[in-house]
């Protein structure tokens, strides 16, 4: 069966009891219930690291036959439209037991470290690996040990059973002209192709629930200073195997001159964008670099930018969010 990562886990559909939460919409990729290093969300190599997951139980009976929830945690490599695959890997599965000696009962929410089973992991791969240290994508998938996830798909988008926490935090000189983070989209049917677009936007204005969700990382930055509010001289993403994708670059915003101020007021805070439509194989995987000038901005700017995957019906399956600090 192709993988539809907007329609619920079929394999999942008797448990309505077991949740883990996704961000604030719209921002669904950030997950405040996976926590990596104390949401520094950076994994440090050849040392231990933490990940704590939290996990929700309603009052709604389990499965027959459940005596736990299995809770797995995959790291992948900074990108969007995550699956199972080379840029993918299970790192840990762990339970909490619900029969004897419980430890999560119904009405109940918990973290793995509240009943001693926070995960500890040790980068084994390269930087350049899912399992490497560095700034890493994360999957939670939570469920009844009665039952059995879809091996070839996350659902991340459309069930309740998983979530997905994707930040990158990077550091820029200020007088360079431009910055380059290297990241990676795909197509998780593995039957058809797929045409995509991947759109990413320039957060001027961040609501309180990204900057919360930011900060812990960013305040491990050295000279971080403050949530930039200048817009980006321009930006843009280049392909490894799009030479020439159809694009729509609004990335510089028009100067409104003398009216500018009155034009904000009617029309509220723009923000900048750039979209690139592609096509992808099936299966296919690909790596893009994100390039922004951001040589208007001061030392100490932190500079949000949300990248997406959107599918051909305008659903946004994948969401990656970053923010580049000059220094």
């Avoid at 050849?46 to 005596?67: C, E, K, M, W």
């Avoid at 037991?97 to 995960?119: M, Y």
Wanted: charged fraction near 20%; aromatic fraction near 6%.
């Amino acid at each position: 069966m192709p993988c539809d990562d907007t329609k619920p886990d079929s394999n999942l559909a008797a448990d309505t009891a077991i949740t883990v939460n996704d961000g604030a919409s719209p921002n669904w990729w950030l997950s405040p219930d996976i926590d990596l290093n104390g949401f520094t969300d950076t994994a440090a190599g050849s040392v231990q690291n933490t990940i704590d997951v939290t996990v929700h139980r309603s009052q709604s009976p389990l499965p027959d036959g459940t005596a736990a929830i299995v809770v797995e945690v995959y790291v992948c490599n900074p990108g969007l439209n995550l699956g199972p695959g080379p840029n993918a890997k299970l790192i840990a599965q762990t339970i909490m037991r619900t029969e004897t000696n419980p430890e999560i009962q119904a009405g109940q929410t918990k973290r793995l470290s509240d009943v001693g089973k926070i995960i500890k992991w040790t980068p084994n791969g390269s930087a350049t690996d899912p399992d490497g240290p560095g700034h890493r994508c994360l999957i939670a998938r939570c469920y009844p040990d009665s039952l059995s996830p879809e091996p070839d798909c996350f659902h991340v988008v459309g069930d309740r059973h998983a979530a997905q926490r994707n930040v990158t935090i990077a550091a820029a000189a200020f007088n360079e002209p431009f910055s380059i983070l290297r990241f990676w989209t795909g197509n998780n049917n593995q039957e058809d192709s797929q045409k995509a677009t991947v759109r990413v936007v320039a957060d001027l204005n961040p609501s309180r629930k990204v900057i919360e969700a930011l900060m812990p990382a960013l305040r491990a930055v050295e000279g971080f200073r403050r949530i930039g509010r200048t817009p980006p001289a321009k930006f843009s993403v280049r392909f490894d195997d799009f030479e020439v994708p159809t694009t729509r670059d609004n990335s510089k915003l028009v100067d409104h001159g003398p009216f500018e101020q009155v034009w904000q007021l009617m029309f509220g805070q723009r923000s900048p964008t750039y979209e690139a439509d592609i096509e992808l194989a099936p299966g296919q995987q690909t790596y893009f670099e994100l390039q922004s000038d951001l040589t208007g901005g001061r030392p100490g700017d932190a500079t949000i930018f949300h990248l997406t995957h959107i599918n051909p019906n305008g659903r946004v399956t994948g969401g990656l969010t970053c923010a580049i600090v000059l220094r």
